[in-house]
């Protein structure tokens, strides 16, 4: 315990980390059985636990592990026409977020999103969401750097392709595994010291590939029609809270 608690931030108890591996078993376990939530989830817990300059960096990693655990774990069902121009897309998008000093008011953009995504679920998805991937990876990029969890914004584009439930969850854990790594990359050049969460991050990301295992067996018992009801709902009650959220002005 006291070799647990030297490896470990100042700001992190061994009661707090379980906390936070028990956040990201429940957010994977969402995200695998329902298509999206998990990240914004786990983004509302750790951001009342977690130091705000350590919060999007840490998210960030512990995303990768658990997204690329999905896209492994379903591998075959990747649809990988979608993933080229939306990686370039999300590289610009990365960059120019990265070279931003200002910093965004994160209430317009947890609100911008949250409409967005109703919108999408309400109506149909815009065309240029299937036609332009390029530039949805490059405005979610964008927009991940400040805010963090922009899984909803790209589920938007996942979902205007029309795709099985099981090719739903794979190719959007891709290229969420592409947009949080372009992320990471551009944090670790702005100098966070990755170093000094290792435990807290290697904690995480393999509570998240438990939640993941975990929450595959549900999403193999759903049919597609009854995947696309629960998503359609969890896009709803996640946009309506950040545009609560955003309205109420209190953090997220």
């Given at each position: 315990m006291i070799w647990l608690a030297s490896q470990l931030p100042a700001s992190v108890s061994p009661d707090l980390l379980a906390g936070l591996l028990a956040a990201s078993f429940a957010g994977s376990f969402i995200t695998v059985a329902f298509g999206i939530?998990?990240?914004?989830?786990?983004?509302?817990?750790?951001?009342?636990?977690?130091?705000?300059?350590?919060l999007i960096?840490?998210?960030?990693?512990?995303?990768?592990?658990?997204?690329?655990?999905?896209?492994?774990l379903l591998f075959r069902h990747v649809f990988w026409p979608a993933l080229p121009l939306f990686a370039l897309g999300s590289v610009l998008g990365s960059v120019l977020g990265g070279l931003i000093v200002v910093e965004i008011n994160p209430r317009w953009v947890q609100a911008g999103v949250g409409a967005f995504i109703l919108w999408s679920v309400l109506s149909r998805p815009p065309a240029w969401l299937k036609r332009w991937p390029a530039i949805t990876g490059a405005i979610s990029s964008f927009l991940t750097m400040?805010?963090?969890?922009?899984?909803?914004?790209?589920?938007?584009?996942?979902?205007?392709?029309?795709l099985p439930r099981h090719a739903h969850v794979a190719t959007h854990a891709t290229l969420m595994s592409v947009q949080h790594g372009l992320k990471v990359i551009i944090f670790g050049f702005l100098g966070f010291?990755?170093?000094?969460?290792?435990?807290?991050?290697a904690g995480m990301m393999l509570a998240g590939v438990a939640g993941t295992l975990a929450g595959k067996g549900l999403l193999n018992r759903m049919s597609d029609v009854n995947f696309k009801r629960a998503l359609d709902v969890v896009l709803i009650l996640i946009s309506l809270r950040l545009i609560w959220v955003a309205i109420r002005g209190g953090p997220d």
């Open positions: 939530g998990g990240g914004a989830l786990l983004l509302a817990v750790l951001a009342s636990l977690l130091p705000p300059a350590a960096p840490v998210h960030g990693v512990v995303q990768i592990g658990s997204n690329l655990s999905r896209a492994i400040f805010f963090g969890a922009t899984g909803l914004f790209v589920a938007g584009y996942t979902k205007s392709q029309q010291a990755f170093g000094d969460w290792w435990l807290v991050i």
